[in-house]
């Protein structure tokens, strides 16, 4: 009997986990743990499915066991091979790898042959009756259904009808397989489940080879006791379907998979259903699937989540037995403690028309290079150089010429250090015809160089800013919550009439050009702009136009504006 490995932390096990130990423990399946990840093909991940994977794979490692990942291949009208790439290349960067590659696919004849020894065995019969009437067949959840009038067939008819059925003598919709179960059960999924339709569609693996395909509940257990799987893990929506799930294993005697459900994850202001994510993408809300708005993978690793980031996501909203709500700000906090751990702080200028200073006493012509820390929370990540000259772009809101009390950035006579840089001193204001600030006039201290300071004078301020001549212009994608209510799901409203309006704001930048050059070289993938959040260079960058998009603020403005309300 093989022991149940201990484990290393101080964590409880959770209930799957509590299961897999019963099982090991018991020498079920020989103590083995092989588990699946089962994605339809038909759209792009979604950061439910992460959580999903992190749990399978994660099961499986900490047991010594395998993973499959088995695409549901079952609807050809929906697939197709895009999503099938696009899913592999999201397991990959999540950090995993699969042991079997497989498709139910694979499996159409062994499945055909499983719906034929249901017929042979009275347990599933051809059905001509149209899709309304087998639905006002089931009845509801308070009253049995209605047996069909073609329930009663013989086998030999059944198993004849079946054959024609795939064969293609019959159009789409004519008629169904159905397994024979209980009409009268409580537990509506008993109700003599359809379990083959007719669906004329080119198949993106079979081709045109089949002209019947299985449905998801008799494809799923029968797909997991083929690869005999032992822990087949599902979301709570499934449980009802687990009693035919097992029906299905028990009366073709196969391997015995052990479906297990827990809570699917429900994220604040984000929806999670892959058809309103699709209708997103093809109603043009959002720039495709990997829109960084978007919670697809493909659109938060766009947007400068890491996969550790995700990871510890999943590990902190652990596996619940009930459906709950969680607050999409601790996924933002896992990517803020990750980045502010790793990333390179830089300088970038986030204004349509940055506030020009000039220090008036440096000389015309003469540029230093300063040396700035890349990371104060990280020792070993060195320092870079950053060109400084007479002119330099601050932040328009870094300046006020009537400031308020504790206003500890530049104003009229004030001081304040240029990071990594100078104390400079505002002396003049300059404004055009329409009275807007276009320049200040600021002298430096010689002697108060960041690093061999001797100046004697102490600042309470310190500002970002960027060197003019040395200046390249960058495109910046400011993203935000799509949706603008905490919980799209339960508002009665469209959920299109939700998107936040916000959601994204393209503005102008002017960024240091070390920046560009790591980000371009691949070197460093996320920054820090300092103040002002952490940003990662996009896909849509061009050599004359940098785009950068913004992952995630330097603080939860969400939570401080629910506060005041």
């Not at 719906?115 to 959840?141: N, R």
């Not at 795939?166 to 789409?172: E, R």
């Not at 409203?493 to 560009?516: G, K, M, T, Y």
């Amino acid at each position: 009997m093989t022991e149940a490995p201990k484990d290393s932390s101080e964590k409880s096990l959770n209930f799957i986990e509590q299961f897999v130990e019963e099982d090991i423990a018991s020498g079920k399946n020989g103590g083995r743990v092989h588990t699946r990840f089962p994605p339809e093909p038909n759209g792009y991940l979604h950061i439910g499915h992460a959580k999903s994977i992190c749990l399978n794979f994660g099961l499986a490692d900490k047991y010594g066991g395998q993973t499959n990942l088995r695409f549901d291949d079952t609807n050809p009208v929906t697939e197709d091979t895009e999503y099938v790439d696009s899913i592999k290349n999201d397991v990959r960067w999540l950090g995993f790898e699969w042991e079997n590659e497989f498709y139910a696919s694979d499996y159409f004849d062994q499945l055909y042959e499983f719906a034929e020894t249901l017929i042979k065995k009275g347990l599933a019969y051809v059905d001509d009756s149209t899709a309304e009437e087998i639905a006002a067949q089931k009845g509801t959840p308070t009253e049995p259904g209605r047996m069909s009038q073609y329930r009663d067939r013989g086998v030999d008819e059944n198993l004849d009808l079946f054959r024609r059925m795939k064969a293609g003598d019959y159009p789409d919709g004519a008629k169904v397989l159905r397994a024979k179960v209980d009409m009268a059960s409580p537990n509506m999924q008993l109700r003599d489940p359809i379990i083959y339709r007719i669906k004329h569609a080119h198949h993106h693996r079979t081709g045109d080879t089949w002209c019947i395909y299985p449905m998801y509940d008799f494809a799923h257990g029968q797909s997991d006791a083929i690869e005999h799987i032992t822990h087949s893990l599902c979301t709570l929506e499934f449980e009802v379907h687990r009693p035919l799930y097992e029906w299905f294993i028990n009366r073709l005697e196969l391997f015995p998979s052990r479906q297990i459900e827990f809570a699917r994850l429900n994220l604040t202001y984000t929806v999670m259903s892959k058809r309103k994510l699709k209708q997103l993408v093809e109603e043009g809300h959002v720039n495709g699937w990997d829109d960084p708005r978007m919670p697809t993978i493909a659109g938060i690793r766009r947007r400068g989540y890491t996969p550790a980031s995700i990871r510890e996501f999943a590990d902190r909203i652990g596996i619940a037995k009930r459906d709950n709500l969680i607050d999409v700000g601790l996924l933002e906090f896992c990517i803020r403690e990750e980045l502010n751990k790793s990333t390179h702080r830089v300088m970038a200028v986030l204004d349509e028309k940055p506030l020009k200073l000039v220090i008036t006493n440096y000389e015309v012509g003469r540029e230093e290079i300063m040396r700035i820390e890349n990371n104060p929370e990280d020792p070993t990540a060195g320092e870079r150089d950053v060109p400084f000259s007479r002119e330099v772009y601050i932040e328009r809101d870094d300046f006020m010429e009537n400031p308020p009390k504790k206003f500890f950035r530049l104003f009229p006579g004030g001081m304040v250090r240029l990071k990594g840089a100078y104390i400079v001193k505002c002396d003049e204001v300059v404004k055009d015809n329409a009275g807007e600030i276009i320049e200040l006039r600021c002298s430096y201290i010689p002697e108060s160089r960041s690093g061999s300071d001797t100046s004697g004078i102490n600042v309470k301020g310190t500002i970002h800013w960027v060197s003019v001549p040395h200046a390249v212009e960058a495109e910046v994608r400011l993203y935000d919550r799509l949706f603008s209510v905490e919980n799209p799901a339960a508002d009665e409203r469209n959920f299109q009439e939700l998107i936040n309006p916000n959601s994204l704001d393209v503005v102008r930048a002017f960024v240091e050009p070390a920046l560009v050059e790591a980000a371009r070289s691949g070197s460093i993938r996320n920054f820090q702009f300092m103040r002002k959040g952490y940003f990662i260079l996009d896909s849509d960058s061009t050599a004359e136009r940098p785009v950068f998009n913004r992952t995630v603020t330097l603080k939860d403005s969400w939570a401080k504006e629910a506060k005041k309300g």
